[in-house]
């Protein structure tokens, strides 16, 4: 049972019911997690910027979609697993790289060492070596990708603990 009840258009208030009635008039519908965020204009403005941003991101997107896998596996936030593993589905990443995430890891020494950072990040930033991005360089990730992996992190964090504070579950949203 979700602890926060989601907003509408018509019961938000503010900044939140501009942010909810645009989204409502270019997408039709709005999500639990969106409708919810609503509550905080300042969380859901932060969150709907960040998330347009990392659209823009260098990083491949099975890729992200996998450290997405590896990072909620660690926070728990079992919606945010269940429409990562379903993306890395659709774009192609097959069942056992899907396991290699949750597990942290992949067979592609070059995405196990982003996944490694991308947990580094999550769980312990300080970690971080020289020799470390020296070799995420030498896989082939530019400066700009390995950048963008604080972005997915930090939105995996966000949309995580968000759901879980709210209490929305893969079983406790509609239309999941």
Do not use: W
Not at 37 to 60: E, F, I
Not at 135 to 149: E, F, P, Q, T
């Amino acid at each position: 049972m979700p602890r926060l009840t989601g907003l509408t258009p018509d019961t938000a208030i503010g900044a939140s019911h501009d942010l909810l009635a645009d989204l409502v008039s270019r997408h039709g519908q709005i999500g639990d997690m969106v409708s919810t965020m609503a509550h905080s204009p300042a969380v859901l403005g932060g969150y709907l910027q960040l998330s347009r941003a990392m659209r823009r991101a260098k990083l491949d997107r099975r890729i992200s979609e996998r450290i997405s896998i590896a990072v909620q596996a660690q926070q728990g936030c079992g919606l945010c697993l269940d429409a990562h593993v379903s993306a890395a589905h659709a774009m192609g990443v097959d069942e056992e790289e899907i396991e290699r995430a949750h597990a942290g890891t992949s067979a592609d020494p070059a995405i196990a060492a982003i996944i490694t950072l991308a947990l580094q990040i999550y769980r312990e930033p300080t970690s971080i070596t020289d020799e470390q991005v020296i070799a995420l360089r030498d896989h082939g990730y530019s400066d700009r990708a390995i950048a963008d992996v604080v972005g997915v992190v930090a939105l995996n964090i966000l949309t995580g603990a968000f759901n879980l504070l709210a209490g929305l579950t893969p079983e406790s949203v509609t239309g999941a």
